[in-house]
């Protein structure tokens, strides 16, 4: 029979199959923690006396309680000592139990879901778990990787197995070509306002058709970043020459790379697959979008009028949202915060000022990020711009390390959620591009980057290659 | 208790600044804690304090994978959500924790919508919600494997942990 993608991965990791009484016991080939969601499941394993089952497979970092200032003595100003005495625990519990962890002498360390790709550590046709909902992230490679509660954190580490049933599937089609200066963030916004926000709830989308085959493996990130947000637990690309090309020469990946490359190749769903649910958008519509509401599925072309009034947003029926009054800018998260996403927006603010307006914070998603940065000197764009360049983390997307805005304040964001109170207390986040939320830090309003396109010059950008030569790649972590 | 809104997501049963915790418990008081800064919301009622079920509408618990929602809704006081959809992550936190997540048909959330403070059953053994006045018996789907665990008092790491010798077999010709 016709088997998808997901099926594929899906029945190579069932170790006890699923009947009418039971779920089916299924295995976890590389689970990710963070600091917030692991501590309480470590807790329950000492209590039991239960050791980790399998610490090589078990990846550890630290990015939702962490600063992304450090002060001028070198300390980083925590924003709860019980945010530092959390960070604490998880890279003690990593010591404990023999876990790789990037804690803060890392070159590596980063929010989960940009560092497990970087390092390799990600791969096609893996199973994927951790105590993130943006866990989706990973499926851009072809793995099945979904967020689970701290419970099953504490299954995973016990037993390296998760009880589920399995969900039900939904292909996504995008075809055509996206026109200029639409970007991925673009495209899920639009994918998330099709599908509505719990449109996928009890499904895994693959995403298929030329729009995400022409995608980079950072695009393709983005997109399955916020499969979550239409309620989908998992959202998946079939890898291809791009994914094996991203893979090559990473940290962690696979010592017979020609053996792990036919595999991964053969994972694409059959001809004839077929799925329970299907939705299909042309890339060609697709315009530059933003959200006016307070879930990612009330989003809008930026140059189009707000369908409908939200007294929490103060968004008003009828008008246009473009040009509507920009405090703070974002530039961040596990969606938006790769090299690609801050090359876009060094494009557009070079040579430019923030508006005296607006407080823009650009934060990386990985030491590995920065450097890179750092190394096209896009760091200097922004600096002179008037952009804050922080250190690596979650920041504001989840304002956890005390990143926040303050209330009533308008936050255009590249992060993922734009629910009430996520970027602070009466906070109102606009979720969009890093081009747009560029152009807006500009203007001080909500601005479509248009009008910046082909105003720049290319920057010089760097290849893996080049980042070997400051330390990076090479099979350094493998297990 | 009745909470109409839909898409009521985590962020807003327990918002991200109060996650910095390390432990589970006591996170009652900070349930729905940006509403609940408004004194006149229903939370704040003495109505509230004493309710076991939470009525919600549609979509009920998406977002963030945090476990700390269902925490927060037991340690309040609620054993049960009733709503017409339920996230995927919150709805496998909830049962993990003897939270009861039920997913109704319209009919019979629209009643419990327009009739907040009744006094209601929910029947596990026969999976079926009974509402007074005759507001009729309505079934309700629990995955087999939750409801027998939650009904004898299985819990679910033991059973994984007897999978052991499935689980090194597996590894043997895969990992």
Redesign the interface.
Known sequence: MARSLFDKVWD?HV??GET????A?L?I?LHLIHE??T??AC??LKA?G?KI?RPD?TLATID??TPTKINADGTRPY??E??Q??VE?LLANAEEHGIQAHGWDSPYRGIVHVMGPELGATQPGQTIVC???HTATHGAFGALA???????V??VL??????M?K?KSMCVHVDGELADGVSAKDVILAIITEVG??GG??HVIEYRGPCFENMTMSERMTVCNMS?EA?A?AGMIAPDATTVAYLKGREMAPVDFDTATEQWLSLASDPGCSYDKEVRLKAEDIKPMVTYGT?PGMAMPIDGLIPEDNAYMDMQAGTAIAGTKVDTVFIGSCTNSRIEDFRVAAKILDGKSVAKSVTAVFVPGSERVKAEVELEGLHEVFLAAGVQWREPGCSMC???NGD?GKPGELIVSTSN?N????QG?GVRTVLASPATAAASAITGVITDAKKYQGHYHEFRTFQNTDLQDIGFGGGKHRH | MVLEAE?I?T??II???F??????EGLGELLFH?WR?DKDHMLNTDAAKTAQILVAG??FG??????HAPWALMDYGFRAVIST?I???FH??AL??GFLPIIIEAAAHQWLLDHPGTEISIDLEACAVHLPKNGGTYPFKI???SR?CLLQGQD??D???E??E??TQ??KQ??
């Open positions: 190579a170790v006890r009418r009484e039971r779920p016991v295995y080939d917030v969601t501590p309480q807790a329950v039991r239960l089952r497979l939702h309680s924003v709860t019980q945010a005495e959390q625990l105590g993130d909902s979904f967020g689970i509660g701290t419970t099953q504490g299954h016990a037993t390296q197995c998760i009880l049933r969900p926000v719990g709830t009890g979550i309620g637990r879930h989840i304002g956890m926040i959620r629910f009430e109170g996520r207390p | 898409n997501d962020d807003q918002p991200a600044r996650l910095t915790t390390t432990s589970r940006d800064t549609h979509n998406c977002g963030s994978s945090r476990e959809q996230a995927d992550i496998a936190n993990k924790n995955d087999p494997f027998h679910e790491l059973y994984l942990l999978q052991g499935a689980v597996y590894e895969n990992v």
